[in-house]
């Protein structure tokens, strides 16, 4: 599994950010580490990136809604919980958590502001959180009649539900949980703390368990996060989806135009291949013809390959009978090779092989020559190249080197 990078923010407006690199395979090895946040976020590269989010910014409830569907029950809740918030909903960001029991969702909110300025620096650096997590949600939820308290120098943390607690000054502490008595009293406080926390927890009126141990708070909170007991903040239009449809959105046109440019060229290419492919079908038919004319009594089903070879076989002492075969290979090989000729007649005297062609290009005629010149083995001679009205006749003479 990948290694994952936690980041929580310390002091937001310097971006000084407290950070751990934890593997799922060695949990054990956790070490923060204070950072400004630029640099911490060069280490990203090939980790899950997950944020860790004040407690003291994100407020937690619930809201029943009739719907199963995840998806509608995040588009109603702020007008559900209109009547229950003071702040205007159309600045807000909700998250849900997994439908209750009960039926109820639990909901995550915070301002919009807060979710623009936590990814902010993020996106600055092309990185995209696999999460956002509200630090509250990262303690254990209460077990039994036990509530998890995580304590730092100037604020301590409780978790007092499955999804709900809340973030408070050290010494409201007292004030908060005599108003979570008058619903459920917790008998247990089970505080997590590092060394550094001057709090005495033995004036409560509760039952004290001191978990201390912890480097920083940040392991405390590393340690105790479970994905499935928290909420993901990004949802809604914060959605890993919906952030990568808003980069993709202005690039749309420039990318069509780029599919429709490659499918233009493959089509292009694609028609460009199939021209050359009949005309190369037209010149073998062509070549096939004139071996016809020029041993009529081979069979009419052999290929000209095939042809070619059985009457060399036949010839094959024939003397003047072999050279002439010897040149209507060369000449039906560097036809078809080249393209653009078309013999018109073959006459074969004096050892020599002299071809009728036409064509409708001169520079046909240089490619033929030039094939010739590669195959020392056979003499190409030029005897007449004529053009005319678009047309060119060539006739040329063929001789063993």
Same mark, same amino acid.
């Given at each position: 599994?990948r290694?994952?990078?936690? &980041?929580?923010?310390?002091?937001?407006?310097?971006?000084i950010?407290?950070?751990?690199?934890?593997n799922?395979?060695?949990?054990?090895?956790?070490?923060?580490?204070?950072?400004?946040?630029?640099?911490?976020?060069?280490?990203?590269?090939?980790r899950?990136?997950?944020?860790?989010?004040?407690?003291?910014?994100v407020?937690?409830?619930q809201?029943?809604?009739?719907?199963? +569907?995840?998806?509608?029950a995040?588009?109603?809740? @702020?007008? &559900?919980?209109?009547?229950?918030? !003071?702040?205007?909903?159309?600045?807000?960001?909700?998250?849900?958590? @997994?439908?209750?029991a009960?039926?109820?969702?639990?909901?995550?909110?915070?301002?919009?502001?807060? *979710?623009?300025?936590?990814?902010?620096?993020?996106?600055?650096? /092309?990185? *995209?959180?696999?999460?956002?997590? @509200?630090?509250?949600?990262?303690?254990?939820?209460?077990? /039994?009649?036990?509530?998890?308290?995580?304590a730092?120098?100037?604020?301590?943390?409780?978790?007092?539900?499955?999804?709900?607690?809340?973030?408070?000054?050290?010494?409201?502490?007292?004030?908060?949980?005599?108003?979570?008595?008058?619903?459920?009293?917790?008998?247990?406080?089970?505080?997590? *703390?590092?060394?550094?926390?001057?709090?005495d $927890?033995?004036?409560?009126?509760?039952?004290?368990?001191?978990?201390?141990?912890?480097?920083?708070?940040?392991?405390?909170?590393i340690?105790?996060?479970?994905?499935?007991?928290? &909420?993901?903040?990004?949802?809604?239009?914060?959605?890993?989806?919906?952030?990568?449809?808003?980069?993709?959105?202005?690039?749309?046109?420039?990318?069509?135009?780029?599919?429709?440019?490659?499918?233009?060229?493959? *089509?292009?290419? /694609?028609?460009? !291949?199939?021209?050359?492919?009949?005309? !190369?079908?037209?010149?073998?038919?062509?070549?096939? %013809?004139?071996f016809? +004319?020029?041993?009529?009594?081979?069979?009419?089903?052999?290929?000209?390959?095939?042809?070619?070879? +059985?009457?060399?076989? +036949? #010839?094959?002492?024939?003397?003047?009978?072999?050279?002439?075969?010897?040149?209507?290979?060369?000449?039906?090989?560097?036809l078809?090779?080249?393209?653009?000729?078309?013999?018109?007649?073959?006459? $074969?005297?004096?050892?020599?092989? $002299?071809?009728?062609?036409?064509?409708?290009? #001169? %520079?046909?005629?240089?490619?033929?020559?030039?094939? $010739?010149?590669?195959?020392?083995?056979?003499?190409?001679?030029?005897?007449?190249?004529?053009?005319?009205?678009?047309?060119?006749?060539?006739?040329?003479?063929?001789?063993?080197?």
């Amino acid at each position: 599994m990948r290694e994952i990078l936690y &980041i929580r923010l310390r002091d937001p407006l310097r971006a000084i950010a407290a950070y751990a690199i934890a593997n799922p395979d060695a949990p054990a090895s956790i070490l923060v580490r204070t950072a400004p946040l630029e640099e911490i976020l060069q280490q990203a590269l090939g980790r899950r990136l997950i944020l860790l989010v004040p407690a003291s910014e994100v407020r937690l409830t619930q809201v029943d809604v009739p719907s199963r +569907q995840p998806s509608k029950a995040l588009q109603a809740a @702020p007008f &559900i919980l209109e009547d229950r918030i !003071a702040e205007d909903v159309e600045a807000l960001h909700f998250a849900l958590g @997994p439908r209750q029991a009960a039926g109820h969702y639990p909901v995550a909110l915070t301002a919009q502001s807060n *979710m623009e300025n936590w990814l902010a620096p993020l996106r600055a650096a /092309g990185l *995209m959180p696999d999460a956002v997590i @509200p630090e509250t949600l990262c303690l254990p939820p209460p077990a /039994g009649d036990a509530y998890y308290v995580l304590a730092e120098p100037d604020q301590v943390i409780v978790r007092n539900g499955a999804y709900s607690g809340y973030c408070c000054a050290s010494e409201d502490l007292p004030f908060y949980l005599q108003t979570d008595g008058e619903a459920m009293a917790p008998a247990t406080l089970r505080v997590l *703390m590092s060394a550094d926390v001057p709090t005495d $927890f033995s004036t409560l009126d509760h039952a004290v368990e001191l978990r201390a141990g912890y480097s920083d708070p940040l392991e405390a909170l590393i340690r105790h996060y479970r994905p499935e007991q928290a &909420i993901n903040l990004l949802q809604g239009r914060y959605s890993r989806r919906e952030s990568l449809a808003r980069l993709w959105r202005p690039w749309r046109l420039t990318a069509a135009l780029a599919l429709a440019v490659f499918l233009t060229a493959v *089509m292009a290419n /694609g028609i460009w !291949a199939w021209r050359l492919d009949r005309a !190369a079908w037209a010149q073998d038919a062509a070549n096939t %013809q004139r071996f016809r +004319q020029a041993f009529p009594d081979e069979p009419t089903s052999l290929a000209l390959s095939l042809a070619l070879q +059985q009457k060399e076989s +036949q #010839l094959s002492g024939g003397g003047k009978h072999s050279g002439l075969l010897q040149l209507l290979q060369q000449i039906a090989l560097g036809l078809k090779v080249t393209g653009g000729l078309k013999v018109s007649d073959l006459q $074969f005297r004096d050892d020599a092989l $002299f071809a009728d062609l036409t064509g409708t290009d #001169l %520079q046909a005629l240089e490619k033929l020559r030039d094939w $010739f010149k590669s195959h020392p083995g056979t003499r190409m001679d030029v005897q007449t190249a004529n053009s005319n009205d678009g047309s060119v006749q060539i006739r040329i003479k063929l001789s063993a080197a």
